[in-house]
């Protein structure tokens, strides 16, 4: 992404309530997830115009301190989803060789089975750790489910997940992030 200019304040929020509204016509279709017992701030990550992800950000996205968890929600392979999150941490392949390697590097991963309990009921979800981070990808009610976590999160074994019930307070905590961020708070 490349920013050329200055985006009004009345272009920009209009651009973003479009955005969520898009949001709010989709969530039903792709149901996203959150962290029980979690007490640090919520909000909306990333949201796919296509509705084909979604997910819920724990902790401050915009802090390089403190635990940041990402569950991510798609109708994609949950594995392909957690290695291009595990390839955003590794750096942009600036070549189709380079590409490759990174691939063999995630294949060549330690990885896990266990279980997380989503909405009550036990699901299988692999799980690759790291010492600082860890990732994880199941299925839940045939969409897939990937945590993200770093900066040295809860461990995998203490998550359980709930269905977020109203996107609302998300879509309010991601437009005052936004607005702190703009200097506009």
Known sequence: MEITEYVPPDEFWAMNDRLDQEVRDGVHLLPLFCLEAWDAPL??????????????????AFSPTGPLVDVITTNQDPGETARNRWRAS??????????????????AL????????????????????????WLAAGSVGGFGVVID?????????????????????????????????????
Do not use: C
């Open 43 to 60: 909000t909306l990550g990333s949201w796919q115009l296509d509705g084909s992800e979604g997910s819920v950000v724990h902790g401050d």
């Open 90 to 107: 590794a750096g942009i392949p600036h070549s189709l060789d380079e590409l490759h390697r990174q691939d063999a590097t995630f294949k």
């Open 110 to 133: 330690v990885a896990e089975r266990f279980t997380i309990t989503v909405e009550g009921i036990p699901a299988d979800f692999t799980l690759w750790p790291g010492t600082t981070s």
């Open 149 to 185: 976590a770093q900066g040295t999160p809860n461990p995998p074994k203490a998550v359980r997940l709930t269905r977020v019930p109203d996107v609302e307070p998300l879509l309010q905590a991601r437009r005052a992030a936004l607005k702190a961020l703009r200097g506009e708070a």
